[in-house]
């Protein structure tokens, strides 16, 4: 095993298992395996106490990132080490690779057993670090947390990911282990890699509540339980260094806040910085909420106008020029005015920024909760979901029922039951149907659209959960890869900066125990997001939060895509790039395109971004 550091500070770090001799390249460490395989550990570039490096003669192991727990395991195997990698040595020499599953953090951590010749790689529970591997030529495995570093420094293909890109411009994801690189794959959240004996095998390794099995529903009783971890996940995050905070106005990051601020009184740290944003319109402007919040809590507080973080470019042109520099097309087009806003935190002084991510994950309620309480003939509980559906969010009465009656109920239902009846004729129809949601401007080659087919059938969720449809959804917040996608791009967000970006609402302790936290408790009091409402509402009594709905930019961001879109089109000359290697057709697109703009396809506006972005990458890469 080779650790090797790109030139690049900053950059990560590649990691090569050879099957015979050392590669040709900078090695620090290195050794022969009793089966003739070149192994070697390296120190990566240096990043103050997040890698680190143990060796104990039997196993060498690289950590890289923060281990949240060190100090609780420490206690259990009696250490006093503080290195991570440390630590972790320690909890593999006992446990083995079971060990795994007691790691907290945000990492990614890779372990060489002399022993029985064989590399353990995993990143953390959730993903907030990142994990990528490639195999190369001769049986090298390669490994890094970059994208960028597995293409450039080491020698695989750099060959693009064809169906994967037609997919993405599809909204169809079907592989979590994919990325937009034919050789390079992800190591998804709370899963390992093992190579031994020469076979790379990728299994999950941490599961709140595996499929198969019932869940474990927790009482009311044991809700007492989720201020304590709410409170662990947000102190984990806040360890040893400066804070801030990306303050909206909802209660995810509010909450946060809160949490955060009251620790550093209680430790004596510095208070976090309130970083926040103020759009332009009212309607998606929450300004004088944050600095509600803010003032209530006696944080320093900066609010940037968002039309300042993105001058004098606009939106678009600034995210076009991220995303031809990025690992894969960005998927947050508000990342330019967020990556202003991290640098004036970085100014004050800022080295760790929390997020709220995760929160409309993992407090909300699934519409798909519908399905199961129809389909279980509960009539009052649905009739109340469907009232606390619409006392929280700005929606209609026929939207809701809309949604609560048909999208999310009835049609998951007579899916199942068509499955029943007919498994495989029903099977080629749900394929049929997510083809044809396929835009007409994607894959218009022949080849390409079959292969697309071939995928659409792995997309598809099973018509009869063995957990029901609430469960099955929800476990997309683990297993969906736009999921990891979303957290990987975060990531790279804050490596970028110098800065670490961490979700305690990702904290894998608090999603063991919101993972069972059945519906009708989350949405207590009529209203979702019911463990962190009231004592929001209590600790801002003058805010309304009793009473507040979610606010979206949903109306201000359309606005922007149709007023800045065709100079962006213009910019990029067309989708030439993406015609040639034959994801689109150039002229369907354009007509898209030019019908999105118009208004006449609003529907499909979202898909500016996706033609836009898409064609920024693959023309970087061409």
């Given amino acids: 095993m080779t650790l090797l550091a790109p030139a690049k500070p900053g950059g990560g770090w590649l990691a090569i298992l050879c099957e015979s001799g050392l590669p ?5 460490w290195g050794e022969q395996s009793s089966s003739g395989r070149s192994v070697a550990f390296a120190h990566a570039i240096p990043n103050g106490d997040r890698t680190s490096l143990a060796d104990s003669g039997l196993c060498r192991v690289f950590f890289d990132g923060v281990l949240h727990n060190a100090g609780d395991l420490g206690k259990e195997l009696g250490t006093e080490a503080d290195a991570a990698a440390s630590v972790v040595l320690q909890a593999y020499e006992r446990w083995g690779a079971e060990c795994l599953g007691r790691l907290r953090g945000s990492f990614a951590v890779l372990v060489w057993d002399r022993q029985h010749d064989s590399l353990l790689a995993a990143r953390d529970p959730l993903g907030a670090f990142a994990l990528f591997y490639a195999q190369g030529a001769g049986r090298q495995v390669f490994l890094s947390p970059s994208i960028d570093v ?16 037609a997919d993405h411009l599809s909204h169809r994801w079907p592989d979590t282990h994919e990325t937009f690189f034919e050789q390079v794959k992800r190591v998804p959240p709370g899963h390992r890699l093992l190579v031994r004996s020469s076979v790379l095998s990728v299994d999950r390794y941490w599961d709140p509540a595996p499929p198969g099995r019932k869940v474990d529903w927790v009482g009311e009783d044991e809700l007492e339980g989720f201020d304590p971890l709410f409170d662990q996940a947000v102190a984990r995050c806040c360890q040893r260094s400066r804070t801030g905070i990306f ?23 510095p208070l976090p910085v309130a970083l926040s ?19 209530a809590l006696g944080l320093p507080h900066e609010v940037l106008p968002f039309d300042d973080t993105v001058r004098p470019e606009g939106l678009l042109a600034r995210s076009l020029q991220l995303t031809s520099t990025w690992p894969a097309p960005i998927l947050n087009t508000w990342l330019p005015a967020y990556s202003t806003l991290a640098s004036v935190g970085a100014r004050a002084g800022v080295s760790v920024i929390l997020t709220g991510s995760g929160g409309d994950e993992w407090l909300s309620v699934s519409p798909y909760h519908s399905a199961d309480l129809i389909r279980r003939g509960h009539l009052g509980r649905w009739l109340g979901f469907v009232a606390a559906w619409k006392q929280s969010y700005r929606v209609s009465w026929p939207q809701v029922l809309r949604g609560a009656v048909w999208t999310y109920g009835v049609r998951p239902l007579s899916s199942l039951a068509l499955g029943r009846v007919a498994p495989a004729t029903w099977e080629r129809s749900r394929v049929a149907r997510l083809m044809r949601k396929t835009p007409a401007w994607v894959a218009p080659g022949g080849a390409l659209r079959r292969a697309l087919e071939a995928r659409a059938a792995r997309a598809l969720t099973p018509t009869s959960p063995s957990q029901g449809f609430y469960v099955q959804e929800i476990r997309t917040g683990m297993d969906h890869p736009l999921m990891s996608m979303e957290l990987e791009e975060t990531f790279e967000f804050g490596r970028r900066l110098g800065l670490r970006v961490q979700h305690p609402y990702w904290d894998a302790d608090l999603i063991e125990l919101l993972y069972r936290t059945p519906p009708h408790l989350l949405n207590q009091g009529g209203r979702s997001k019911a463990l962190v409402r009231r004592s929001v509402a209590r600790r801002f009594p003058l805010l309304g939060f009793d009473r507040q709905k979610k606010v979206v930019a949903t109306s201000f961001y359309r606005t ?3 007023r800045e879109g065709a100079a962006a089109w213009k910019g990029l000359g067309g989708v030439q790039a993406l015609a040639d290697l034959g994801i689109v057709n150039p002229r369907a697109t354009e007509e898209a395109f030019t019908a999105m703009l118009t208004g006449s396809k609003t529907h499909g506006v979202y898909r500016i971004w996706d033609i836009l972005s898409a ?8």
Wanted: charged letters at 20%.
């Fill in 247 to 269: 303050l909206s106005g909802g209660f995810d990051s509010i909450s946060i806040a809160a949490v955060a601020a009251d620790g550093a009184r209680r430790s004596s740290r």
């Fill in 24 to 28: 040709d390249q900078a090695v620090r």
């Fill in 560 to 562: 922007t895509l149709t």
């Fill in 150 to 165: 597995l293409t450039i420094a080491s020698p695989i293909r750099r060959t693009l990911n064809v169906p994967a890109l």
């Fill in 615 to 622: 064609e920024a990458w693959v023309q970087a890469r061409s």
């Fill in 277 to 295: 944003l103020a759009f332009p319109i009212p309607e998606c402007n929450e300004e004088t909420v944050q600095r509600g919040v803010a003032h």
